[in-house]
């Protein structure tokens, strides 16, 4: 009996591989003969390329190439190849039996026998088009990223190697550094800043912080092109690859010279009311005992008419250096918004008279004629009072100053739609029509203004501003130079309020108070303590504030008129230990400064003072708080 051979080991090692083959789904593996037809095919490229076994072998395989590759001779070409370097890789379009393409990589080995004759080819293919479509996508996205940062302008986006040298730039950059790329890319990125910072290693610590600390923000100076300076600010980003090691940085850059040249005019601004302020303050304390002094020649009667002439003159002035000084304060006040408005429902007419008893003088002086036009009902608005006043001055006193000597000026108030119309007239200078335009601007003056007429050229922009604040609005009309002009403003009407009950005031004089006036300007003390000994007080004078507390503790005033900016200890500090002296718990204590804004009002109420004049002092304020402080002193039996 023969027993039956066993299978050779080489044909069952062959059967396994070919089962190994035929398990593979993810990759086509087949074989070619030595001209490219095909003679195996595995379950992975039937699954890959769509045809069956049978409708494949025997098939060249040059039907999976697009017509192009097939026309140039491709297929051909990589056969050549892999016999001729034993081996071939290929990413290329191929084409499945259903004429849809994929994006394959391929792989092609030649076979070759004992004797080194080609016995065919082995080929392997598997499908990457989801990869492919995810680094195109990627490509795309990283493309329209490079063409979003090349078309930014408003900054300057660009990267640096490790070492700092510039390897691209944006329009941005361009734009605002002054270098075309090709005269950059290449350089160290410290030609962009002065010589002093680049001396003293600022590039490079910039650098350093960036990659130690994944970031850096600074501002300063910087170089264009051609060695302008600009103000910039800087971020500075370290760039890592996925295993965390530096590959560069990622620089941007902004132009912030307007940015800082607008800070630096608004600390100017600031610079300049705080010195307006300052000069108000100190024109102010000269014009308080100038003031008094014609204070007292008004009380005193003057034989001389001369005498009296000279007097008013200096009244008159006086308010004009006076109105000059709070339109500069106002304007001040109108460009950092510390005007505050107090508005309540006043009857417009009494406004409309305020406003013209203040200018009248103007007006007298200058001989013009002058026509007042109102409504015959009541007319109400709701409004500040004291500042539309203001606004109707200024235009009465505009046209007083542009209208020549005994011209004719008419003020009219009526009623239109729910808006109260006001209107001042005058047959002066007029406005050339290229000068309407413009003003109302700060500082603007008409080129027809008569050389002896003082102003600074801001009553009309205060009162523009004054009428917007209150919700109106102010225009100018002139048929020409020589022809007149018309202002006229609008603000809305209201009805009135109720009227509240007010308990009757007692508005006789009350002589006879002890009065104590501190101010270390000894010609503004002396005048003030003479006019209150005219009005029949009793009062002495303080040059200091240790003097102050010495004769407050004899005088035992009842009203103190105190200065705040004295050397030594000033009016704060003195009108706290007045306050502390027996006797003086009731006193009424008023601040006296040349400092008369809201919060400087503010600050005196918060420190106890009982009320706050500006100086100078006019005589109808002086009189009113000396009314104020005789019903204190008389409910507390002083």
């Known amino acids: 009996m023969t027993e039956a051979s066993p299978n050779p080991p080489d044909t069952t090692l062959e059967q396994r591989l070919q089962l190994l083959i035929e398990a593979v789904v993810d990759y086509g593996i087949f074989v070619l003969d030595p001209d490219g037809r095909i003679a195996s095919w595995n379950s992975g490229a039937e699954k890959l390329k769509g045809y069956t076994r049978q409708e494949i072998l025997g098939k060249h395989f040059s039907i999976f190439y697009p017509p192009e590759s097939v026309a140039s001779g491709w297929p051909e070409e990589e056969l050549r190849r892999a016999r001729a370097h034993g081996r071939f890789e290929d990413e290329g379009w191929r084409i499945r039996k259903d004429g849809s393409r994929f994006w394959a990589n391929v792989i092609i080995t030649a076979l070759f026998d004992a004797q080194g004759t080609l016995a065919g080819y082995a080929k392997i293919t598997r499908d990457l088009t989801e990869r492919r479509e995810a680094e195109e996508h990627l490509r795309e996205s990283e493309e329209r990223f490079r063409q979003l940062v090349e078309s930014v302008r408003d900054y300057a986006i660009f990267m ?25 890319v290449g350089r160290h ?42 103000w910039a600010n800087v971020v500075v980003s370290a760039i890592r690859n996925a295993s965390g090691a530096l590959v560069g940085f990622a620089k941007v850059t902004r132009d912030m010279s307007e940015r800082r040249r607008l800070q630096e005019l608004e600390l100017s601004s600031q610079r300049m009311n705080e010195f307006l302020a300052m000069l108000a303050h100190e024109l102010r304390n000269p014009l308080a005992p100038i003031r008094n002094a014609v204070t007292i020649m008004q009380l005193e009667t003057l034989q001389s008419p001369v005498l009296r002439n000279c007097r008013d ?9 006076t109105r000059l000084v709070d339109d500069l304060l106002d304007i001040g006040r109108l460009n950092t918004g510390k005007i505050k408005l107090r508005k309540e429902s006043v009857l417009y007419q009494e406004v409309v008279h305020r406003a013209v008893e203040g200018a009248r003088p103007a007006l007298t ?14 007319v109400y608005v709701e409004c500040d009072p004291t500042r539309i006043s203001q606004v109707i001055q200024n235009l009465l006193l505009n046209a007083a100053k542009y209208t020549p000597d005994g011209g004719h000026i008419e003020l009219g108030v009526r009623i239109d739609e729910g808006f109260v119309h006001t209107r001042v007239t005058d047959n002066g200078r007029g406005i050339a029509p290229h000068e309407l335009q413009r003003i109302f601007l700060l500082f603007v003056q008409g080129e027809q203004v008569a050389p002896n007429e003082s102003g600074l050229g801001i009553g009309l922009t205060l009162a523009r501003s004054l009428v917007e604040m209150h919700g109106g609005s102010i225009d100018a009309a002139s048929p020409g130079a020589g022809q007149g002009s018309t202002f006229s403003f609008r603000l809305p009407a209201t009805r009135p309020r109720q009227a509240e009950a007010h308990s009757a005031v007692d508005a006789r004089p009350r002589p006879g108070l002890r009065v104590l006036v501190v101010d270390d300007n000894r010609d503004a003390a002396d005048s003030t303590t003479a006019i209150l000994a005219l009005l029949d007080h009793r009062v002495e004078a303080a040059y200091d504030g240790e003097a102050a507390l010495a004769a407050a503790a004899r005088l035992k005033p009842q009203v103190v008129l105190l200065d705040l900016a004295m050397p030594g200890i000033d009016g704060y500090e003195t009108r706290r230990r007045l306050a502390a002296l027996p006797g003086l718990e009731d006193a009424f204590i008023v601040a006296i400064t040349g400092y008369g804004n809201e919060e400087d009002k503010r600050r005196t109420r918060e420190a106890g003072f009982d009320a706050h004049l500006t100086k100078p002092v006019e005589l109808d304020a002086l009189m009113a708080l ?11 039996g002083g």
Do not use: C, M
Not at 626 to 636: H, K
């Open 160 to 184: 640096l190697d490790t070492d700092g040298i510039v390897r691209s730039w944006n329009a941005g950059a361009q734009a605002i550094h002054g270098y075309a790329a090709h005269e950059i």
């Open 189 to 230: 990125f410290s030609a962009f800043y002065a010589a002093q910072d680049s001396e003293a290693g600022k590039p490079r610590i910039e650098l350093q912080t960036a990659a130690a600390q994944g970031r850096v923000e600074d501002e300063g100076w910087r170089v264009r092109k051609d060695g302008t300076l600009f």
């Open 313 to 321: 003159v200096i009244d008159r002035q006086l308010a004009h250096v």
């Open 365 to 378: 002086s200058h001989r013009h004629t002058f026509a007042l036009a109102l409504p015959p009902e009541p």
């Open 626 to 636: 000396l009314e104020r402080a005789g019903q204190r002193a008389g409910a507390g």
